[in-house]
């Protein structure tokens, strides 16, 4: 994706789905309260959160591009920065030394 003309048509063909289970499962399965609901209300909450960013993609997409003119160079970075942490994020889950001092980590907590 070179620009955020191609995320939002992204979102727009699935990618919220892609998004918010991405995100629920980084964030939100962290969270004691989020453990403690049942699998239909996540799963009805994930449900919810996909249709509004799609639906919320969608109206951008079907904005007129002037009107979005001016928001292009903050989108752009938003998005840039976005991709790229996800980058470093999958490298660090891929480090196998991260993952051996993480399970080091959790023995010492242990002790």
């Known amino acids: 994706m070179n620009d955020w003309n191609?995320?939002?048509?992204?979102l727009v063909t699935g990618g919220a789905v892609a998004v918010t289970a991405w995100f629920t499962s980084?964030?939100?399965?962290?969270?004691?309260?989020?453990?403690?609901?049942?699998?239909?209300?996540?799963?009805?909450?994930?449900?919810?959160?996909?249709?509004?960013?799609?639906?919320?993609?969608?109206?951008?997409?079907?904005?007129?591009?002037?009107?979005?003119?001016?928001?292009?160079?903050?989108?752009?970075?938003?998005?840039?920065?976005?991709?790229a942490w996800l980058g470093t994020q999958v490298a660090h889950k891929a480090d196998g030394r991260s993952r051996e001092k993480a399970s080091r980590d959790r023995l010492d907590d242990r002790r």
């Open 6 to 10: 191609e995320v939002i048509g992204w």
């Open 26 to 83: 980084w964030f939100l399965e962290g969270l004691g309260w989020w453990g403690r609901l049942t699998s239909q209300v996540r799963s009805l909450v994930i449900l919810g959160a996909a249709l509004s960013i799609g639906l919320l993609a969608t109206w951008v997409q079907l904005q007129p591009p002037e009107a979005l003119a001016k928001y292009a160079p903050y989108a752009n970075m938003v998005v840039m920065t976005v991709i």
